[in-house]
């Protein structure tokens, strides 16, 4: 009883306060609203944009012998994080109803009801509106493209519903940005872009099969597929093919883009790494742990990115 008078007592001075301060309510209801909206596009979490860019700067610098422009380099960096921020948007709105039944998504925004759906439907479009007058700023091929790299993203959130590969596709709408790269650079797409593309599904699949790892019992109870369910007890055994296919067809990018030895290291020790981490999951599984090691591919892909910068330097 005593919490209860204590608790109305708080809300009658919290009223009482915003009606002799109401630019100060607003204020206040505007920050909530701006945190809100940095939940939902992640903005503390930046792992996720850099396993999107990662594959994208392989192919932008690749593409362009290891100088690419600042400008298209600064547009492909922007525009990744605004299209980054817009997937999770999309991914949320897609998963609203979902999202309260899942332990680490019961806190976002929309599940925890501090944004409306129609706020971030309009999150949404506002950063995908801005990343598009970014892509206006390229060739005409490019443009093209990504307006499929903007159905790829709108689309992926609501293939869960409907198949147990999200994972595939999200390598493909992940990827997509390194055919753009090389467009924007060459206006073509050429051989090594398809097999960038090709690897980070391969990668994208992997490291996001580790993530759905950690909600694998929640997405079982709701109805939820991905590849983790699928593949079961196999979930291991594919992850180091996924891996070993990852670092094979980036080889194959090196030998037709006649890369050097810094960059077939950088590959070599990343595909060490990788087939350690899977190792290390297999024999201490835990939703911490699957957590970090799929943060940790976003290292092994600037450290791929790293090979082949200094590739082209020495």
Same mark, same amino acid.
């Given at each position: ?178 055919? #753009?790269?090389? $467009? ?8 090594? *872009?398809?097999? %960038? &593309?090709? /690897? !980070? ?38 992850l180091y093919l996924l891996y070993a296919a990852v670092i094979i067809i980036l ?25 350690? #981490?899977?190792? $290390? ?8 742990? *699957?957590?970090? %090691? &799929?943060? /940790? !591919? ?17």
């Amino acid at each position: 009883m005593i919490e209860t008078r204590s608790q109305k007592s708080e809300v009658r001075s919290k009223k009482q306060e915003a009606r002799k301060n109401p630019a100060s309510c607003i204020h206040h209801l505007a920050y909530k609203k701006i945190v809100a909206i940095s939940d939902l596009i992640r903005f503390p979490k930046q792992y996720g944009t850099l396993l999107l860019l990662c594959p994208t700067l392989w192919s932008l610098f690749i593409a362009s012998n290891g100088r690419p422009s600042l400008k298209i380099l600064g547009i492909f960096i922007l525009g990744t994080f605004l299209m980054r921020s817009a997937g999770c948007a999309i991914n949320d709105i897609a998963d609203r109803n979902f999202d309260r039944f899942v332990e680490r998504t019961k806190v976002r925004p929309l599940a925890d009801g501090r944004l409306t759906l129609k706020e971030a439907l309009l999150t949404f479009f506002v950063l995908s509106f801005f990343a598009f007058c970014l892509v206006l700023f390229l060739n005409s091929l490019t443009v093209a493209l990504s307006v499929i790299g903007i159905l790829l993203a709108s689309i992926y959130p609501f293939i869960k519903r409907i198949s147990h590969l999200p994972q595939v596709f999200l390598g493909i709408a992940f990827g997509w940005g390194a055919i #753009m790269a090389w $467009s924007a650079v060459n206006n073509t797409i050429g051989f090594s *872009a398809v097999l %960038i &593309f090709t /690897a !980070n599904i391969f990668w994208s699949t992997a490291y996001d099969t580790i993530y759905a790892l950690m909600d694998k019992e929640d997405d079982i109870k709701i109805g939820v597929k991905s590849t983790a369910i699928l593949l079961g007890k196999n979930v291991y055994k594919a992850l180091y093919l996924l891996y070993a296919a990852v670092i094979i067809i980036l080889a194959l990018v090196g030998i037709s883009s006649k890369m050097g030895f810094v960059y077939f290291s950088a590959l070599l020790l990343s595909g060490i790494i990788l087939e350690y #981490m899977v190792f $290390s999951l297999k024999k201490s599984a835990s939703r911490e742990k *699957a957590f970090r %090691i &799929f943060v /940790a !591919n976003a290292g092994i892909g600037l450290l791929i990115m790293t090979g082949i910068v200094a590739d082209f330097i020495f």
